[in-house]
T-cell receptor, first 113, second 114 residues
Framework: GAGVSQTPSNKVTEKGKYVELRCDPI?????LYWYRQSLGQGPEFLIY????????DSGLPNDRFFAVRPEGSVSTLKIQRTERGDSAVYLC???????????FGQGTRLTVV | DAKTTQPTSMDCAEGRAANLPCNHS???????VYWYRQIHSQGPQYIIH???NNETNEMASLIITEDRKSSTLILPHATLRDTAVYYC???????????????FGKGTKLSVIP
């Protein structure tokens, strides 16, 4: 596709459930980033992939959060035992290199009830 | 990354120039100034970036003071579609772990008024 695609656009889940959020980066982009944005705040960095490997996962809040990018393209952010505090918009971005501009998707709005 | 300070909100009349200020008084010599904007319910969009020279592209101009402690993003002819939150971000040129991150603050909410 022409841009970064994230699915689903909205996800409502019950507290304690497991969720997966998907990101399709721009074709050919080797760098992929996940950010989280709470209401009224700017996006916060979660994790960065260079190819298939997570080069920096220092922004993941705890071990309930995990992300993969097995073939160096599509990435999945996985959240176990969801909590109400996990409710936010999860944004994915990709770039052709570390120093080039990042292109963001529309985000997935996660609501934990 | 150096901390940035931006006004919380600004208004601009449609068709006029929008001048968005940003203070980054602790910026280091190898740090760039980036601007992104976020229109409601969309992901952030890259606008422009610069190191020390003024920069212009099809979207905006970036004016960086000589001491690099502040900058101004200029939208020359604001339209209603420019209503968004504008983020000024200081980002170190790539030098290893962490330098690729974008550290967003709360930004400036620009409202373009008809």
């Amino acid at each position: 596709g022409a841009g970064v695609s994230q699915t689903p656009s909205n996800k409502v889940t019950e507290k304690g459930k497991y969720v997966e959020l998907r990101c399709d980066p721009i074709s050919g982009h080797t760098a992929l980033y996940w950010y989280r944005q709470s209401l009224g705040q700017g996006p916060e960095f979660l994790i960065y992939f260079q190819g298939t490997g997570a080069a920096d996962d220092s922004g993941l809040p705890n071990d309930r959060f995990f992300a993969v990018r097995p073939e160096g393209s599509v990435s999945t952010l996985k959240i176990q035992r969801t909590e109400r505090g996990d409710s936010a918009v999860y944004l994915c971005a990709s770039s052709s290199g570390i120093e080039t501009e990042a292109f963001f998707g529309q985000g997935t709005r996660l609501t934990v009830v | 990354d150096a901390k940035t300070t931006q006004p919380t909100s600004m208004d601009c009349a449609e068709g006029r120039a929008a001048n968005l200020p940003c203070n980054h008084s602790t910026i280091s010599g190898n740090e760039y100034v980036y601007w992104y904007r976020q229109i409601h319910s969309q992901g952030p969009q890259y606008i422009i970036h610069g190191l020390k020279n003024n920069e212009t592209n099809e979207m905006a101009s970036l004016i960086i003071t000589e001491d690099r402690k502040s900058s101004t993003l200029i939208l020359p002819h604001a339209t209603l579609r420019d209503t968004a939150v504008y983020y000024c971000i200081v980002r170190v040129a790539y030098s290893g772990a962490g330098s690729y991150q974008l550290t967003f603050g709360k930004g400036t909410k620009l409202s373009v008024i008809p």
